[in-house]
Every structure is written in structure tokens, then in C-alpha cells.
T-cell receptor
Framework: GAVVSQHPSRVICKSGTSVKIECRSL??????MFWYRQFPKQSLMLMAT?????????EQGVEKDKFLINHASLTLSTLTVTSAHPEDSSFYIC????????????FGPGTRLTVL | GQQLNQSPQSMFIQEGEDVSMNCTSS?????WLWYKQEPGEGPVLLIA?????ELTSNGRLTAQFGITRKDSFLNISASIPSDVGIYFC??????????FGKGNQVVVIP
């Protein structure tokens, strides 16, 4: 149990386009979902926290108009990178939390975004 | 956000050896977690610790929640090649926020 999926697993796009990444909790309802960004050989950096039906809470320094988060249901959250630029290239990982397992965060497999 | 000090940052070990790594913080945490991440994948939860002094095992992995609530260690016994990966510690504070260490790259030499 506690499986989180992400789609797509990797995406290459041209500069200026927008990219949507989906995060789904497959076998549980997640009260809260999180979006992280990870650079090579670095730790995970929290970008934002989202609760179903409400606006996401962004970490300091993360542009909310650049990284749009929609938490449409208890099993789906999406991250849209708008007008992507090469510096947005990174590994994006979502996680979901459930009270069923003592509020532990379970992570998706990540999405590798490359902006040309 | 809070940063955890994780050491060592990388280690090369012979297959069969035991591995030990630890994580410290200047802040108190209510929960300590250990994750493993393999290349191109998300972190996978290995062990969760909820009480100061708690010692928990998961197969060849053993982790302990420090008495001061500011540290934790993870041991891997009798390492095998598939233990290779980056091991992250994480601490959860009273506001339910998770802070991560910088990770420990483990390489197992057959």
C-alpha cells in the first residue's frame, strides 16, 4: 500500500512552453501532497504543500505564478511549469501523506524535466 | 528550512561489510525517517522512528532515534550490491514539516 505515481516520468520541451506533471496516490486518499525539486547530487527542496480543495502554500523563493499547483481531488495533484526555461530543468518529485500510515510521506518516482 | 547534518556524504564499502551513518540537528524532531533513493527514482521509506530511544529494524537495516531527539543513526549489516544508493535522513518537527539531510551516497564493491 501507499503507492504514489507520477506522469510523465521524463519530458523534454522547448523554452517558453508549459509542462504539466501529474501526481496520484493510487491506493489511498492523501490529505496533503507535496512537490519537491532535486538538483543532481543534492537533497530534496520543498517547493510547495497542497491540500485538496485549497490553495497551495509555497516555500519562500518559489514563484507561485511560475509553478502552478492544482490539488483537484484527494488522489490527484498537478504541477504546471509555465513558460519553462532551461534553468527550470530538474528532477521534480511529489509526495503524498496519509493519516492511515501515521502521516508519513510516500514519494512518487519523480519526473525528469529538460527544457531546451 | 531546517537542515540536517548527515555524515558521511559518501562511502565505498566491500560487499559483506556493515555500514553506519548518522544524522544530527540543532532542532528537536518528533519523528525521524530514513529513505533510500536510487538513480532516477523517488525516495523510498525504509524506517520510521517515533519515540526518543526507539530502536527499529527492517531486515538488515537498523535505525535508532536519539535520546536527545536531535539525532538518529542507520546501520546496514552485511551489505550487498543492491544496497547501493543515496540514503537520506529526514526529521519531522512539531509543525509536521519534514527536513531532509543532504544524503549519503553508498557504493558497495563486490
Amino acid at each position: 500500500g501507499a503507492v504514489v505515481s507520477q506522469h510523465p516520468s521524463r519530458v523534454i520541451c522547448k523554452s517558453g512552453t508549459s509542462v504539466k506533471i501529474e501526481c496520484r496516490s493510487l491506493d489511498f486518499q492523501a490529505t496533503t501532497m507535496f512537490w519537491y525539486r532535486q538538483f543532481p547530487k543534492q537533497s530534496l527542496m520543498l517547493m510547495a504543500t497542497s491540500n485538496e480543495g485549497s490553495k497551495a502554500t509555497y516555500e519562500q523563493g518559489v514563484e507561485k505564478d511560475k509553478f502552478l499547483i492544482n490539488h483537484a481531488s484527494l488522489t490527484l495533484s498537478t504541477l504546471t511549469v509555465t513558460s519553462a526555461h532551461p534553468e527550470d530543468s530538474s528532477f521534480y518529485i511529489c509526495s503524498a501523506r496519509t493519516e492511515r500510515t501515521r502521516n508519513e510521506q510516500f514519494f512518487g518516482p519523480g519526473t525528469r524535466l529538460t527544457v531546451l | 528550512g531546517q537542515q540536517l547534518n548527515q555524515s558521511p556524504q559518501s562511502m565505498f564499502i566491500q560487499e559483506g561489510e556493515d555500514v553506519s551513518m548518522n544524522c544530527t540537528s540543532s532542532s528537536i524532531f518528533n519523528t525521524w525517517l530514513w529513505y533510500k533513493q536510487e538513480p532516477g527514482e523517488g525516495p523510498v521509506l525504509l524506517i520510521a522512528l517515533y519515540k526518543a530511544g526507539e530502536l527499529t529494524s527492517n531486515g538488515r537495516l537498523t535505525a535508532q532515534f536519539g535520546i536527545t531527539r536531535k539525532d538518529s543513526f542507520l546501520n546496514i549489516s552485511a551489505s550487498i550490491p543492491s544496497d547501493v544508493g543515496i540514503y537520506f535522513c529526514a526529521g519531522r518537527d512539531g509543525n509536521n514539516r519534514l527536513a531532509f539531510g543532504k544524503g549519503n551516497q553508498v557504493v558497495v564493491i563486490p
